[in-house]
Nanobody, 121 residues
């Protein structure tokens, strides 16, 4: 079992930055950030594996960065140059050992409760 708790969401104007954190109850093997808006499917924003290899969905490449703080069992999502279309509930997820480029939503069995990100124009 892995318990995940996100923090760091909030409201920001377009062009601004936010930093999301996800603290895990133990060190997970694979982790990811997802986001979801009402009426839409959950979207995989980015992933990071045990070797710190990352992947990102095209719409956030160059703006978002995923990293880990292994000492704190934490997953970080640094979001820069935010756009109104980034507005969503952001979820942290954890799963078993899988290469980052092979991860899919089905990889992840553990989810946080979500943190809201709102970007105004």
């Amino acid at each position: 079992q892995v318990h995940l708790v996100e923090s760091g969401g909030g409201s920001v104007q377009a062009g601004g930055s936010l930093r999301l954190s996800c603290t895990a109850s133990r060190k997970p093997d694979s982790m990811a950030w997802f986001r979801q808006t009402p009426g839409k499917e959950r979207e995989m924003v980015g992933t990071i594996d045990s070797d710190d290899r990352t992947t990102y969905t095209d719409s956030v490449k160059g703006r978002f960065t995923i990293s880990k703080d292994n000492a704190k069992n934490s997953l970080i999502l640094q979001m820069n140059s935010l756009k109104p279309e980034d507005t969503a509930m952001y979820y942290c997820a954890a799963g078993p050992l899988v290469c980052s480029r092979l991860m899919t939503p089905r990889t992840f069995g553990y989810w946080g409760q979500g943190t809201q990100v709102t970007v105004s124009s």
